[in-house]
T-cell receptor, first 112, second 115 residues
């Protein structure tokens, strides 16, 4: 069956450092993969989408990589700030499918 | 900036009662979704809706659930006879339509507590 794995342990880093979050998937051949941010008690907010033919995507301090051979996406936040503290969800999506299947998310805590 | 709104923010109900959760999607959007998140668990897809009919549903979306777009603005999720395990945050999302890669915009959620 399809499985999405994100590190369930919280990631604690110091302000200014780069945070790297991992999303691994099995039994998927996703056409694209999305990353969302979720704050406590709030709905997910879209951050970035990367397609299967793209190796890397950037948006301001965010960078996403997508390795279809390793079946893995890495999500980087450079120069992290306490305001980046949240849970980050990945959602690999098969071709033509619209519904999102999320991983369980990784909680990021940026210490000032 | 347009946003998805949901009411109520918190609903408390007794087991066996019917509840209706309401959503107002972004006005020019064509695809609508319901997701739920049980406390401490992941966000799970329930159902998608397009052109006044269900386009996809998950195993969770059984006969106890129904969706409706009663007018041009509201999108509702009805649970006919609530169970304790229906307690969760319910999120509505909308998409402008067209490509499957279009961004889903989520509402703030309704916290449903079944006693």
């Amino acid at each position: 069956s399809q499985k999405i794995e994100q590190n369930s342990e919280a990631l604690n880093i110091q302000e200014g450092k780069t945070a790297t979050l991992t999303c691994n998937y099995t039994n998927y051949s996703p056409a694209y993969l999305q990353w969302y941010r979720q704050d406590p008690g709030r709905g997910p907010v879209f951050l970035l989408l990367i397609r299967e033919n793209e190796k890397e995507k950037r948006k301001e301090r965010l960078k996403v990589t997508f390795d279809t051979t390793l079946k893995q996406s890495l999500f980087h936040i450079t120069a992290s700030q306490p305001a980046d503290s949240a849970t980050y969800l990945c959602a690999p999506t098969d071709t033509g499918r619209r519904a999102l299947t999320f991983g369980s998310g990784t909680r990021l805590q940026v210490q000032p | 900036e347009p946003e998805v709104t949901q009411t109520p923010s918190h609903q408390v109900t007794q087991m066996g009662q019917e509840v209706i959760l309401r959503c107002v999607p972004i006005s020019n959007h064509l695809y609508f979704y319901w997701y739920r998140q049980i406390l401490g668990q992941k966000v799970e897809f329930l159902v998608s809706f397009y052109n006044n009919e269900i386009s996809e549903k998950s195993e969770i979306f059984d006969d106890q659930f129904s969706v409706e777009r009663p007018d041009g603005s509201n999108f509702t999720l009805k649970i006919r006879s609530t169970k304790l395990e229906d307690s969760a945050m319910y999120f509505c999302a909308s998409v402008v339509g067209g490509a499957s890669t279009d961004t889903q915009y989520f509402g703030p959620g309704t916290r449903l507590t079944v006693l």
